[in-house]
């Protein structure tokens, strides 16, 4: 079975400054996807990032970057310049391929911009 | 491009009663997949519509039922509610061949049962 674990439940960053939030995983797989989504109050998950596991370099989307340590089984990620509008709940995840395509999410970390 | 539409946004259920939640995909998207978030948790898949069929479940009891439709929108019911099938459910649309790239999720729909 999948398992995702995030360790922080909540964090706060001063705006502009740059935060790194956590993500653990267990799988058994060599093949799969991570995921980080952001649900602001408006409650729509909102793609902020992903990483296939078979690529070595980070992903990297803007302001938004990941570690990815496959061997360690890690996924953080890293925003930088943090802006108010980043205030959310952000879910790391994972998916297998070709199995229905279905998430395993983490419980969220809920992350405050403080202006 | 309309994005993925959840109808309705809230809605009130007392224990026992049954419940129909509705989704349209967004434009060009033939598979729906719907998941439950309990406050203060992630999404849990429930199952996944492909073709008007379940193509793939969760570990949810059979009392969570689904229909998709030939315009490829989907229906998720519920029969006699608990407590705890409060929650928000959530869908999302994507295309058969490609899920992991294009999953596209709606704003939720908010069940409470009192």
């Known amino acids: 079975a999948q398992t995702v674990t995030q360790s922080q439940p909540e964090m706060s960053v001063q705006e502009a400054e740059t935060v790194t939030l956590s993500c653990t995983y267990d799988?058994?797989?060599?093949?799969?996807?991570l995921f980080w989504y952001k649900q602001p109050p408006s409650r729509q998950m909102i793609l902020v990032i992903r990483q296939e596991a078979y690529k070595q370099q980070n992903a990297t989307e803007n302001r938004f970057s990941v570690n990815f340590q496959k061997a360690a089984k890690s996924f953080s990620l890293k925003i930088s310049d943090s802006q108010l509008g980043d205030t959310a709940m952000y879910f790391c995840?994972?998916?297998?391929?070709?199995?229905?395509?279905?998430?395993?999410f983490g419980t969220g970390t809920s992350l405050t911009v403080i202006p | 491009d309309a994005g993925v539409t959840q109808s309705p946004t809230h809605l009130i259920k007392t224990r026992g009663q049954q419940v129909t939640l509705r989704c349209s995909p967004k434009?060009?998207?033939?598979?729906v997949s719907w998941y439950q978030q309990a406050l203060g948790q992630g999404p849990q898949f429930i199952f996944q519509y492909y073709e008007e069929e379940e193509r793939q479940r969760g570990n949810f009891p059979d009392r969570f039922s689904g229909h998709q439709f030939p315009n490829y929108s989907s229906e998720l019911n519920v029969n006699a509610l608990l407590l705890g099938d409060s929650a928000l459910y959530l869908c999302?649309?994507?295309?058969?061949?490609?899920?992991?790239?294009?999953?596209?999720f709606g704003s939720g729909t908010r069940l409470t049962v009192v």
């Open positions: 434009s060009g998207h033939d598979t």
């Open positions: 995840a994972f998916m297998k391929p070709n199995t229905g395509n279905q998430f395993y």
């Open positions: 799988t058994s797989e060599n093949n799969y996807y």
């Open positions: 999302a649309s994507s295309w058969g061949g490609v899920a992991n790239y294009g999953y596209t």
